[in-house]
């Protein structure tokens, strides 16, 4: 435990002295230029870690810090994802979709990522999917409507991305949130490994909680839902 200070700079902000006392860590991202992707980093580095963002628009990333490394890579290149593992104590995955064709993108960008890990001696994998991946798991109106007919191919790859992660080797812990909003964050979210317990969460509070799993394991090798309270 140590004080750590850095000058920071968010995007559209002024930089300011950014002090924590902090366990730090050193953690890759995949996905580092999303939403979730974007406010997970910001929120990492707040706390001190030290971050090797990987994306395929490093552009995206606006984000000044002298604790951040963007690499620009495919999801196809294994060398350049097994580079990113040099050193790295975690990987957080926050992946997407961008269209309902069928794919297997982010299926297999998941096994180049663990296959990485494991040759690389890098343990801990933390990865968000989305409520509705269980098929029970995620209330009649998203689950029965607009799952089967607008997202088929998408939750088809996500299912696949999650039994791969299962298969792994990995200390995996995948997360369920439901429909993400850009609220702020509140830090009072609900878990549960059933249904989740209400239907938006802000991408926020998602960041939150994927961060808090780099080190509490109470959910290691379990696929807890996210929602708010």
């Known amino acids: 435990m140590y004080l750590s200070c850095s000058f920071f700079e968010a995007p559209g902000k002024f930089p300011y002295l950014c002090c924590n006392y902090n366990c730090t860590m050193k953690i890759a991202v995949f996905g580092a230029s999303g939403k979730t992707g974007l406010l997970l980093t910001f929120q990492a580095l707040n706390q001190g870690h030290e971050v090797t963002a990987y994306t395929r628009s490093p552009h995206k990333i606006s984000i000044s810090h002298n604790n951040i490394r963007i690499v620009e890579g495919s999801l196809g290149d294994y ?13 957080i995955c926050a ?27 890098v343990k801990r994998f933390i990865c968000m999917s989305s409520a509705g991946v269980l098929s029970n798991d995620a209330g009649f109106w ?16 996500k299912k696949r991305q999650l039994e791969i992660i299962r298969q792994s ?6 997360i369920r949130p439901v429909s993400l909003t850009d609220s702020p964050k509140t830090g009072r ?27 509490d394991k109470k959910y290691d090798f379990r696929m807890p839902a996210i929602s708010s309270t």
């Open 142 to 157: 998203f689950g029965k409507i607009i799952m089967p007919l607008f997202l088929k191919h998408v939750f088809s790859d």
């Open 79 to 91: 060398e350049k994802i097994k580079e990113v593992m040099n050193g790295r104590d975690a990987v």
């Open 95 to 121: 992946l997407g979709i961008d269209n309902n064709k069928p794919s297997t993108v982010l299926s297999d960008a998941t096994s180049l990522i663990l296959q990485a890990m494991n040759e690389c001696n």
């Open 189 to 215: 979210y609900k878990i549960n490994e059933g249904n989740p317990t209400s239907s938006t969460i802000p991408r926020n509070d998602v960041a939150d909680f994927m961060l808090k799993l780099l080190t």
């Open 169 to 174: 080797s990995a200390e995996w812990v995948i």
